[in-house]
């Protein structure tokens, strides 16, 4: 956990780099960031059921319209909170991203028809994109680069394991005291303290992105800090094999994400299983996704990004698989638990891999732009999955998006570089490899 202390354009000392350095403000972001997952975790089981019991919709296809909003809507925010964290600084997107959040409790309380459940989960979307996107690329920014895969574990673990605890929450508080309003009453108590933590005592990091910028090693002239948004954007989407093989590995992953989180609490409830039950299933598989990450992210540190995304996709392919077939509760919670260590093996190693490539200086707006492509799965997720379980039902739903998952991965094995990431330990800058 070594540091870099380095000197300043003007010789000034500059920022110091390393997870140990930065531990106190590393630890408080990582606390913030579990409260931007529990802010998302206050829906995972219950608004699926609302639309349902409340709102009546008996269409896959519209009830899963919160989803294509707040996919939407995220992977908007996710672009431009890269570009606007560059341009103005971390701290006050993280600030503006709370701030978005604050009337979303309130118009899922109050709201009196299912077009106000939709708008709260466009400011949700909102919310999220500005504040999970900018506590990335604050870690980012602490760390420096030897420590990547370790610190998106332990950010993406933070964020997971709040969606999981709270998902668990507020399947026992609906069971107690009805679908509203007390299940939301936590949502708004983690927005009140997420924005009270922001505003007094998280730091600002963005000089620690030009400290590392000072001393990168650009292996290429097209790799040069000077590349602008839209270059960034072409880059990151299109022309690099691993920075596009990425952003499409992390759409797919989102896609069975959208379609878990919107169809898997409705088939269960179907199949028989009472309130807790579907809380402790819709809860399992963020659980082991949030915990798993503590040790993917280290471990891909080590051993290179590739294989962790490509099997990661394959393993989260076959869990599905299993949910499309079982009936039963010990099943399906077997299942969920594999699926949350699929993806566990994918999420922060997608994020270290855009880490590994990108130039510090334009590494926010190259995050920025996967989460775009990335959360955009949830809006795909909710059209597909909703349109096919219309059409086929939920278990031929979930096993197509089983297959596009499995396609997913062996794209990642064909098209990514395996070279990208230099050994954890490395006494140089990884090298920066862009381009077909």
Known sequence: MQGNTLRGTGGSPAAVLGLRQNLAQFMLLVTVNALVGGTLGQERTVLPLLAAQEFHLDLYTGALTYILAFGLSKAAMNYFAGTLSDRYGRKPVLIAGWLAAV??????????????????????????????????????????????????????????????????ATGYLATAYGLRPAPFLLGAAYIALGLGLTVLAVKETHHHARTE?????????????????????????????????????????NLNDGLAWGLFPVLFAGSGLNLGQIG???????????????????????????????????????????????????????????????????????????????????????????????????????????????????????????????ASGVVVAVRMRGNDHAPAGAHTPPRERVGP
């Open 280 to 406: 402790i299933l819709a809860a399992a598989y963020p659980a082991a996704w949030g915990a798993a990450q503590l040790v993917t992210g280290a471990a891909s540190d080590k051993w290179g990004r590739k294989w962790f995304i490509a099997g990661g996709m394959l393993v989260q392919a076959v869990a599905l698989a299993t949910i499309a077939s079982a009936h039963s509760f010990a099943p399906w919670l077997a299942a969920a638990v594999v699926l949350g260590l699929g993806t566990a093996m994918v999420y922060p190693t997608l994020l270290a891999a855009i880490g590994d490539v990108a130039h510090p200086a334009w590494r926010a707006r190259s995050v920025g732009v996967y989460r775009l492509w990335r959360d955009g799965g949830f809006a795909v997720g909710a059209l597909l999955s909703g349109v096919l379980a219309d059409l086929y039902g939920i278990p031929a739903a979930i096993a197509a998006v089983a297959l596009l998952t499995a």
């Open 213 to 253: 910028a000072s001393q990168h090693v650009s292996a290429q002239g097209s790799a040069h800090a000077g590349l602008t948004t839209g270059q960034v954007f072409t880059l990151t989407s299109f022309k690099d094999r691993s920075l596009s093989a990425a952003s499409q590995a992390g759409l797919v992953n």
């Open 103 to 168: 009337p979303v409790p309130l118009m899922l309380i109050f709201g009196p028809s299912w077009g106000w459940i939709v708008a709260a989960n466009v400011l949700l979307g909102v919310s999220q994109g500005l504040t999970w996107s900018t506590a990335v690329i604050m870690k980012m920014d602490l760390v420096g680069p030897k420590q990547r895969g370790l610190a998106m574990g332990f950010n993406e673990a933070a964020g997971y394991l709040g969606v999981a605890v709270t998902a668990l």
